[in-house]
Structure formats: structure tokens, C-alpha cells
């Protein structure tokens, strides 16, 4: 996941399609897409003011502000810290193993790295499975400057 989402794209994503699924069973792929299917989009043709090859948004404690962040996801081996930059420096781990179809409250301040990932429920209304212990968080020591951040506006672990 983090080869294809983060090592693989040169800038950036203009949307994740449905190949992120490929290897998901049909059942949980018609239910999280309907059925239909699309190939995710890279950000090929962006243009830079002055004229210079557009190269990737860095994200550090120190730019997050002034670039706007609004929500910070970061590939671990055990699952996705979700980080709101307005509210915590570290966030809960979403664990991999967590049924996708599950709602997450989308308050920033639900996602305390001191709590479980605020789940609420799966589609049609079943409870999720029991939301998996947050995994501790990253090692103090090491700068959070140097984490792979994916920043997209809305949180969807």
C-alpha cells in the first residue's frame, strides 16, 4: 500500500480509484463501490507558475500550517495513524484489519491520540467488529518531519 500511494506517484494523487481493491473480495468490492469500477488518477498535468517540473508537497511540523493541512495519514506496518494537525501531533492507529465499510466520526478532536479511532457503525447499520487496541504511537524519538504523510481533506482511514 504505501509503494503504490506513496513511492510509486511521482507528485501526487487527483483521486484513488477502485484498483486500490483489487485483490478485496467481489462482495466487499460491490459494497463499497456499487459495482462500478475506475482507475485512479495521478496529477499529470499540473503547471507551476514558473514553468519548473512540479515536484511533491513535503509535509513537516513546520509547513503543515501554512500549506493548510486539515488531516495527516500515515502508513505504519500495523495500520494508519490518522493525525488532525489542528488538535494532536500524533493520532490512533487504524488498524488494517478494520472492516472498511466502518464510520469514523470526522471531528478533529475525536481523533485523540490518547483514544481508540472513533468508530460508529458499518453500512446498513451493523456494528463494526470490536475497533482493534491503537497500536502505541511512533517512537518519540524519532522527528515527525521524517513520516510519509498523505494529506487529503477529509479523514477516511
Known amino acids: 500500500m504505501s509503494r503504490h ?5 511521482a507528485v501526487g494523487w487527483d483521486e484513488l480509484g477502485t484498483d486500490l481493491l483489487d485483490d478485496a473480495p467481489p462482495a ?20 507551476t507558475p514558473d514553468g519548473s517540473s512540479p515536484v511533491r508537497m513535503s509535509v513537516t511540523d513546520t509547513t503543515a500550517d501554512e500549506q493548510d493541512v486539515q488531516w495527516g495519514y500515515v502508513l505504519h506496518k500495523e495500520g494508519v495513524e490518522v493525525i488532525s494537525p489542528l488538535h494532536e ?8 484489519s478494520t472492516d472498511p465499510r466502518t464510520a469514523f466520526n470526522d471531528h478533529p478532536a475525536a481523533w485523540s491520540a490518547l483514544d481508540s479511532p472513533p468508530a460508529m457503525r458499518t453500512s446498513r447499520g451493523r456494528q463494526p467488529q470490536s475497533a482493534p ?21 477529509t479523514p477516511r482511514p
Do not use: F, N
Open 89 to 96: 501531533d500524533i493520532g490512533p492507529i487504524v488498524s488494517w
Open 133 to 153: 487496541a491503537a497500536a502505541p504511537p511512533p517512537d518519540a524519538s524519532s522527528p515527525s518531519s521524517s513520516r510519509s504523510l498523505l494529506c487529503p481533506r
Open 28 to 47: 466487499l468490492v460491490t459494497a463499497l463501490t456499487g459495482g462500478e469500477h475506475w482507475p485512479s488518477r495521478t496529477l499529470d498535468h499540473l503547471i
Open 5 to 9: 500511494l506513496i513511492d510509486d506517484v
